[in-house]
T-cell receptor
Framework: DTAVSQTPKYLVTQMGNDKSIKCEQNLGHDTMYWYKQDSKKFLKIMFS???????INETVPNRFSPKSPDKAHLNLHINSLELGDSAVYFCASSQDASGNEQFFGPGTRLTVL | EDQVTQSPEALRLQEGESSSLNCSYT??????LFWYRQDPGKGPEFLFT???AGEEKEKERLKATLTKKESFLHITAPKPEDSATYLC???????????FGKGTRLSVIA
């Protein structure tokens, strides 16, 4: 009965490759998010979707493209991976776009070699 | 300039030794202040939301308080299982995202 799930948990890849991370929530929430947590553990918002529509798009390279096929899913596709993309990526969801209580997934640790 | 500052960066306590973590914010128009707990290798877990100065919330050995410029997370008689990184996050007015502090890494030694 996992609330927010992400796959894969670990992702190791070469520079220049394209990869995707998937996220699903079974809480019936309207809003989903992608966060990046760097090596210093600093957690920063990347994107937010509400009812499948993009509502927050922070300063993120165009190589990152989120896709929300439905309210329960928010996937993250990354093109031409760079060394600096290595981090832990967290998906989260909340009841609505007010930003209140967010539920986080277990994270995907991306390592770019 | 950081909008959310947490101190200390790391805190080491003996079991039973009470203490407080601090979260200060610099921008006006606060809509909500959130505390999360993050264990190694896991996602942040929601603890509390505070909306207005003077508000307090409690959960087991944790108590969160809020003033106009900062929030405190008080830990009373901590146990080793309270060891984790505690994250503070602030939601400002308007369509702005949640802004996280860098966290306080708490270690409770038996």
């Amino acid at each position: 009965d996992t609330a927010v799930s992400q796959t894969p948990k670990y992702l190791v890849t070469q520079m220049g490759n394209d990869k995707s991370i998937k996220c699903e929530q079974n809480l019936g929430h309207d809003t989903m998010y992608w966060y990046k947590q760097d090596s210093k553990k600093f957690l920063k918002i990347m994107f937010s979707y509400n009812n499948k529509e993009l509502i927050i798009n922070e300063t993120v390279p165009n190589r990152f493209s989120p896709k929300s096929p439905d309210k329960a899913h928010l996937n993250l596709h990354i093109n031409s991976l760079e060394l600096g993309d290595s981090a832990v990526y967290f998906c989260a969801s909340s009841q609505d776009a007010s930003g209140n209580e967010q539920f986080f997934g277990p994270g995907t640790r991306l390592t770019v070699l | 300039e950081d909008q959310v500052t947490q101190s200390p960066e790391a805190l080491r306590l003996q079991e039973g030794e009470s203490s407080s973590l601090n979260c200060s914010y610099t921008v006006s128009g606060l809509r909500g202040l959130f505390w999360y707990r993050q264990d190694p290798g896991k996602g942040p877990e929601f603890l509390f939301t505070l909306y207005s100065a003077g508000e307090e919330k409690e959960k087991e050995r944790l108590k969160a308080t809020l003033t106009k410029k900062e929030s405190f997370l008080h830990i009373t008689a901590p146990k080793p299982e309270d060891s984790a990184t505690y994250l503070c996050a602030v939601l400002y007015s308007g369509n702005t995202p949640l802004v996280f502090g860098k966290g306080t890494r708490l270690s409770v030694i038996a």
